[in-house]
C-alpha cells in the first residue's frame, strides 16, 4: 500500500488537527478571536513573553507547558496574580454530560462555599455539546466549525469572528511554505510510527523465538538441533539462551 494514502490534504484538514490548529493560532489576531468567543469577552493583544515553555520529548508524546506566575518579592497574596486560563477543546464529550463547555476553578473539598482565588480557570470544550440554549450562539457555532472547518460553515456562521478566523484558515491552507512544512511533519511522523512498529514486531518475534527455545530445550534439544529446528543460525540460539542464563557448553 502506498503510505501517501494515509495522508489528509492540507485542505481538508479541520481546526481539529493539531498542525492546521496551530499554524492559525500563530496569528495573534487568529487567537484574539477565538478567545474573545471562548471567554465571552474582548480579549486585548499582548506581547509574547518568554515565560511560558513547552517541554516535549517526541513529536507524538504529550507537551507539558510550563508557566511562571509573578508576584512582587514579600507580597504572598494570591489575588495579585495575573488571571491565568488552562483551555482544551475535545471532539467528545470529556465529561458525558452533554455540555459544550465545562469550567473548574479551585474549590475546597471540606468548604466547597471556599474557593482558591488564585486565578487559574480550566476550560474543557466540548464541540458535540448538546446544551445549545445555556451557551451564547457564537461559541456553539465556534466550537461545530472547530470540528468541520469548511467554508460552508464558516458562511452559516453569524459570527464576523469565526469568518475571520476562516479567513487565516485558508492562508494558511493555501500556504506553499506551510504545505512544505505539513509535508515534512507528516513524513517525520510515519516513520517514527514505522520504527515504532518494526521494533514492535522484531521484539514479539523474539518473545515467540525464546518461547520455542525454552520448549526445545525442555526436551533436551542441542543448540545445533534447536538452530536447524528454528532455522536460525547457532550464534543466534547462543545469545538467546545467555540471556535465559543457560549455560552454553
Request: with cysteine.
Amino acid at each position: 500500500m502506498n503510505k501517501r494514502q494515509k495522508l489528509i490534504p492540507l485542505n481538508k484538514l479541520n481546526l481539529t488537527d493539531r498542525f492546521l490548529f496551530e499554524e492559525v493560532m500563530e496569528d495573534p489576531l487568529a487567537q484574539q478571536e477565538a478567545l474573545g468567543i471562548i471567554l465571552g469577552r474582548d480579549v486585548p493583544l499582548l506581547t509574547q513573553n518568554e515565560a511560558e515553555k513547552e517541554l516535549r520529548i517526541s513529536p507524538e508524546a504529550r507537551s507539558v507547558r510550563l508557566d511562571i506566575s509573578l508576584l512582587e518579592p514579600g507580597i504572598p497574596d494570591y489575588s495579585q496574580l495575573n488571571e491565568s486560563y488552562l483551555i482544551m477543546i475535545t471532539p467528545f464529550d470529556l465529561f458525558g454530560c452533554g455540555k459544550y463547555r465545562y469550567t473548574f476553578r479551585a474549590v475546597c473539598e471540606e468548604e466547597p462555599g471556599c474557593i482558591l482565588e488564585d486565578g487559574a480557570t480550566r476550560i474543557f470544550l466540548n464541540t458535540r455539546g448538546a446544551n445549545d440554549d445555556k451557551v451564547p450562539q457564537e461559541l456553539a457555532e465556534f466550537l461545530h466549525y472547530v470540528e468541520h472547518t469548511t467554508d460552508e460553515a464558516a458562511e452559516h456562521a453569524g459570527s464576523e469572528r469565526i469568518r475571520r478566523i476562516h479567513d487565516r484558515v485558508r492562508k494558511v491552507r493555501n500556504s506553499e511554505e506551510v504545505g512544505v512544512k505539513y509535508m515534512q511533519a507528516w513524513e517525520e511522523k510515519y516513520y517514527e510510527k514505522e520504527e515504532a512498529r518494526h521494533e514492535g514486531v522484531k521484539e514479539g518475534r523474539k518473545e515467540a523465538l525464546t518461547d520455542l527455545l525454552k520448549k526445545k530445550l525442555e526436551k533436551g534439544k542441542s543448540v545445533e538441533e534447536i538452530a536447524e529446528a528454528l532455522e536460525e543460525s547457532e550464534e543466534t540460539i547462543r545469545g538467546l539462551m545467555k540471556e535465559l542464563g543457560v549455560q552454553v557448553i
